[in-house]
């Protein structure tokens, strides 16, 4: 690296030729810091048009006053731009002396009437609620001598819903039944899965919604802003007077517990819709929970953790469920989380300590793999969120796991392809667990295989499918929740056999007892048919066989447990070990037993 000195002595020497290449230099850099600040300036400034003179910091406030009395006028038309206020066929609802943002009885107005639609909007057009506000003796039209601009105000409000249109279903029987019931079957569950649309070829055909309800809420809101520092969540509804840069009051045209299944399609055998309006003050605060609520729905959907109907499903159950209900529900909930989360903890603990197989049923570990395969393959093939299938994922990639605890897994190189080669341990082959885990799951087998076969085929006889792929997933995944407790039964054989449950998890196993509970409060609480709402109690019969054979095989000292151990003989070895000082030796030689 050069010194300072000679940096210098080189600049002097050929600064003549070199400055006109400085200043060029100079001028570019000034270029390149204006457009950087222009679009910076385009990026982060107020969305606000600058105006002459203003001062950053002026405050600009509500052109109206708390309680002042305004009017309202209601109109419906097919334009988008309105300026017809002569016309008594477009004037739906007038309301005089509206007390804004006080909150009684005379501040919320609601009107009910029907709306008999033109042939232009039964085929895709379009209908605008045109509504106007203005202080009590002050006209609405700006056409008007005694209008004026700070006392009126008016917005505009789409009451037709552009949406995909719900076409229908793929499904279909796969044997070929008659074309009346395949019909009826599309019908009814193409209206409940609107988003498979998405994924047809061809372009997607939208169709008009008309929207039977139409809440206007005047924003409670006195706050003094800055002009140039509006709140960002707030700045797109704000409507700026241009002389005095107040503001006029907040309109909120809340469509939030609009649902989907509300809105009705517009064709031609449509001859009259429903319209309710309401008009009524909203708080500040319930107003922005309400944007940011329907903003936090918008992410979820952007990132695939939530598909188009789930948001809907939400909303109707604080809008038609019961609140004690849905409290308890919340509640219940939670509590299943976390002892689902316990027993998740306690299973892997388990089985990442154990050593020995004696006692355990290892093919009840493959079985229950598998089972959890079939689950996350058919919520892939019925374009569940990616939540959901992140963690039945994970639950697969666990099971497999405990696969590799329960049997040896080694690669088998010997063919053109590489195979997974899986043998059972020295502790759970060179015992009576094979045997009797083997002598359990040849008969179960023979009654899991009639009722998949007659699951299988009721389902291909009476429902409808989208391919012989998913008849295969929906029978089998139907089968490991309707008689997935079966898999459970070789673990009893093996206790009744061995006359021991010391070698099951029983932490694990209490948790998932809670969660059980848990199911059978759910199936109180929630509709559902008689025969399903049997079948949640499945499980309990397993789990209280377990706690009697529990009870049935307590610790005997006399008896030699499924270890090789007897109660009499650890405390002869105890003798042995405080008599001899061998005690280190006599445990560890045990321990090596154990987890051969």
């Not at 731009?81 to 066929?89: A, R, V």
């Not at 609405?140 to 505009?156: I, M, R, S, V």
């Not at 009051?249 to 299944?261: A, K």
């Not at 393959?377 to 994922?393: E, F, Q, V």
Request: charged content about 20%.
């Amino acid at each position: 690296m050069a010194p300072p000195a000679a940096v210098e002595a080189a600049g002097d020497a050929g600064g003549g030729e070199r400055q006109p290449q400085g200043v060029g230099q100079m001028f570019t850099g000034l270029i390149r810091i204006a457009v950087i600040y222009y679009f910076a300036s385009k990026f982060f400034s107020s969305n606000k048009p600058p105006t002459s003179g203003s001062d950053p910091a002026v405050q600009i406030s509500n052109l109206f006053q708390k309680s002042e009395p305004i009017d309202m006028w209601f109109y419906l038309s097919e334009h988008e731009k309105f300026n017809d206020f002569g016309n008594e066929e477009a004037l739906i609802w007038h309301e005089s002396n509206i007390p804004y943002a006080v909150w009684g009885p005379e501040s919320t107005r609601t009107l009910s009437l029907k709306y008999y639609p033109s042939e232009a909007l039964k085929h895709n057009g379009s209908l605008y609620a045109h509504v106007f506000f203005a202080r009590s003796g002050f006209p609405a039209d700006p056409n008007d001598p005694e209008y004026q601009p700070t006392a009126a105000f008016g917005l505009k409000h789409s009451v037709v819903a552009y949406l995909p249109k719900s076409k229908a279903n793929k499904k279909k029987s796969l044997l070929g039944k008659s074309k009346d019931d395949s019909e009826d079957d599309s019908v009814s569950e193409g209206i409940e899965e609107p988003q498979a649309d998405s994924k047809d070829e061809g372009p997607v055909e939208y169709i008009s919604y008309w929207k039977p309800n139409i809440t206007i809420n005047l924003v409670d809101d006195f706050t003094k802003y800055s002009l140039r520092a509006i709140p960002p969540n707030i700045a797109p509804y704000m409507n700026i007077e241009p002389t005095t840069k107040n503001y006029y009051p907040t309109v909120y045209f809340n469509e939030f517990w609009l649902l989907r299944d509300k809105l009705t399609a517009l064709n031609d055998t449509v001859t009259e819709l429903p319209l309710h309006l309401e008009v009524a003050p909203i708080s500040m605060t319930k107003w922005q929970l309400f944007l940011q609520i329907d903003q936090s729905f918008q992410i979820h959907r952007s990132y695939g953790s939530m598909l188009e109907g789930e948001a809907d499903e939400l909303k109707r159950v604080f809008v038609e469920g019961n609140p004690y209900l849905l409290g308890i529900t919340m509640l219940v909930s939670l509590l299943h989380s976390v002892f689902d989360f316990l027993a998740f903890k306690n299973d892997i603990q388990f089985w990442n300590k154990n050593k020995s197989m004696e006692g355990l049923s290892a093919k009840s570990v493959v079985v229950s793999f598998i089972c959890q395969l079939i689950i996350f393959l058919y919520l892939l093939d019925n374009d569940t969120s990616w939540m959901i299938l992140a963690s039945s994922g994970v639950g697969v990639c666990i099971e497999f796991w405990k696969i590799g605890k329960a049997m040896h897994i080694e690669i088998d190189r010997s063919g053109s392809i590489p195979k997974l080669k899986f043998s059972d341990r020295d502790t759970y082959a060179g015992n009576k667990t094979k045997e009797y885990d083997d002598l359990a799951m040849k008969y179960l087998s023979y009654v899991l295989f009639v009722l998949v076969a007659c699951s299988s085929a009721y389902s291909l006889m009476y429902e409808t499918h989208k391919s012989w792929y998913s008849w295969i997933l929906s029978s089998l995944t139907s089968c490991v929740y309707m008689f997935g407790f079966i898999m459970m039964c070789p673990q009893l054989f093996i206790n009744y056999k061995l006359k021991s449950v010391a070698h099951l998890p029983w932490r694990q196993m209490t948790y998932k007892f809670l969660n059980t509970i848990i199911d059978d409060l759910f199936a109180f609480v929630i509709k559902m048919p008689m025969l399903h709402r049997l079948s949640v109690f499945r499980d309990d019969v397993i789990f209280l066989i377990y706690l009697y054979q529990r009870w049935a095989y307590p610790v005997d000292k006399k008896r030699v447990n499924e270890f090789g151990f007897g109660g009499d003989d650890d405390e002869d070895e105890a003798a042995v070990a405080l008599t001899s000082g061998s005690g280190s030796a006599s445990v560890s030689s045990a321990e090596d037993k154990k987890t051969n």
